[in-house]
């Protein structure tokens, strides 16, 4: 049995669906606190009004044997509950923020169910240098694509791009540099720690962001400008909020 990274193992890919009908792929990340697990993606993974993007569930798929990674099963979690939806989202004075999470039922998950999950100790915390150019780590499913055979999510490099603390642009998110595709959403950005640190224990990274989407101007022709190659990613700090009793 080969020795998986544990960061691996806290990115899981998400489906979304009206009923049966698949409609988009997406990341997600798990986030545990007071005991309680969560599912983290972006917002607009679970609603998306300028899309007409309206799933009513969402399907991660989960490792569900230690000794044999190519053995998993779908997941299903309903976005509603009596016309009402069951995830949380944020908003502060500049407006709705980027993520979102929603409670999973531990009890539900199969009993052999292998993952990593992030705590608030994982959070930024000052005084952490995070300079700008510090190298990250993006760990999700662009265009929905992973490792088919063992349903590991994909890595992709990036380094912060704006000051790290400063609201980019009065926003709740930081800029990130790298290269992103569809599907990418609410995958999780991390910089690794050191190993002495035994707050991370085997989990040495320190979660950055949520990514969002990639940045644009409306100022770019599209015939003699390339894209920017700029990232939003809203801060995880947000995520003691969405997760607090």
Same mark, same amino acid.
């Given at each position: ?7 691996? %193992? ?6 979304? !669906? ?35 993007? !309206? ?37 502060? @004075? ?5 993520? @979102? ?16 999950? !992030? ?12 300079? /700008? ?26 380094? /912060? @791009? ?5 609201? !980019? ?33 085997? %989990? ?17 022709? %599209? ?12 801060? @995880?700090? /947000? ?7």
């Amino acid at each position: 049995m080969p020795i998986i990274e544990s960061l691996l %193992l806290t990115a899981a890919r998400v489906s979304t !669906f009206e009923q049966q009908r698949l409609l988009t792929n997406a990341s997600g990340f798990f986030f545990e606190r007071d005991e309680r697990l969560f599912l983290v993606t972006s917002r607009h993974v679970m609603i998306d009004e300028p899309s007409k993007h !309206f799933p009513n569930r969402i399907e991660i798929e989960l490792h569900i044997a230690q000794d044999n990674l190519a053995q998993s099963t779908g997941f299903s979690i309903p976005l509603y509950r009596n016309g009402k939806s069951i995830w949380r989202q944020g908003r502060d @004075a500049a407006g709705e923020i980027d993520v @979102a999470v929603i409670e999973i039922e531990r009890a539900a998950l199969p009993a052999t169910t292998l993952y990593r999950a !992030f705590t608030p100790e994982h959070l930024y915390r000052p005084p952490d240098q995070v300079e /700008i150019g510090t190298s990250l780590l993006v760990v999700g499913f662009p265009l929905g694509f992973n490792d088919a055979l063992h349903h590991m999510p994909v890595v992709r490099h990036a380094v /912060i @791009a704006s000051s790290f603390g400063l609201r !980019f642009q009065g926003q709740g998110y930081f800029l990130t540099d790298a290269r992103t595709h569809r599907g990418t959403s609410g995958a999780p950005i991390v910089m690794r720690v050191s190993d002495r640190d035994r707050l991370y224990g085997d %989990l040495p990274w320190m979660l950055l962001g949520v990514h969002s989407a990639r940045l644009d101007v409306g100022s770019r022709d %599209l015939k003699l400008d390339e894209a920017l190659g700029l990232n939003c990613a809203w801060y @995880a700090d /947000i995520l003691l909020t969405l997760t607090a009793r």
